[in-house]
């Protein structure tokens, strides 16, 4: 489907249109979640590269794309890159958007994931703490973003060997997932 709306709108928009990248960008999406991670790096780096070009480099669009690409490069392990356009997403939200914007929140949210990954579990705790304040205070305690931070704050606490602060977390993931709603650990 987006193959086929990628081409119509490079027929009728160009290369470079709004809607041509949009779809660029999304179908690198489809194909991050289908496991075709080379095609979805060429996907987003085009994306990206266009983005660039045409709306600059502090575009929400662009930010949108490296964040993107620091979620494909964390799943294939370039945790250095992954951190980089994390960081890039990150300080460009902040500008374009300040430190409360769900966008910024979610890149904050992916900061503590890369992070935990890596061992550096005291920025990690920063990452989500900052996260789950930020939801809390745009979306309320049951927003599913809200609750995936408060799952990710409870594994962290599990793995430090926090049971008192595991618990207190634990409680509050749980009543939504009682209710059939799954957790993720990152946003996209």
């Known amino acids: 489907m987006y193959e086929r709306a990628l081409a119509g709108y490079e027929k009728v928009h160009g290369p470079e249109h709004p809607s041509t990248l949009n779809t660029v960008n999304n179908l690198g999406n489809l194909y991050r979640d289908q496991g075709r991670l080379g095609d979805a790096e060429a996907m987003y780096n085009r994306a990206l590269a266009s983005r660039e070009k045409v709306h600059g480099p502090e575009h929400p669009s662009t930010?949108?794309?490296?964040?993107?690409?620091?979620?494909?490069?964390?799943?294939?392990g370039r945790l250095g890159d992954a951190e980089a356009m994390y960081e890039r997403a990150l300080?460009?939200?902040?500008k374009v958007?300040?430190?409360?914007?769900?966008?910024?929140?979610?890149?904050?949210n992916n900061l503590g994931v890369l992070y935990r990954g890596q061992g550096r579990l005291g920025d990690a705790e920063a990452m989500y703490e900052r996260a789950l304040a930020g939801y809390e205070k745009a979306f309320g305690p049951e927003h599913p973003s809200?609750?995936?931070t408060v799952n990710n704050l409870r594994s962290l606490y599990e793995d430090q060997g926090r049971l008192a602060d595991t618990e207190l977390m634990l409680e509050r993931a749980s009543r939504k997932q009682e209710e059939g709603e799954g957790l993720e650990n990152q946003v996209t």
């Not at 300080?91 to 902040?94: D, F, I």
């Open 91 to 94: 300080a460009g939200y902040e």
């Open 146 to 148: 809200t609750l995936i």
């Open 97 to 108: 958007h300040g430190p409360e914007h769900p966008s910024t929140l979610n890149t904050v």
């Open 63 to 76: 930010l949108n794309t490296v964040n993107n690409l620091g979620v494909l490069y964390r799943g294939q």
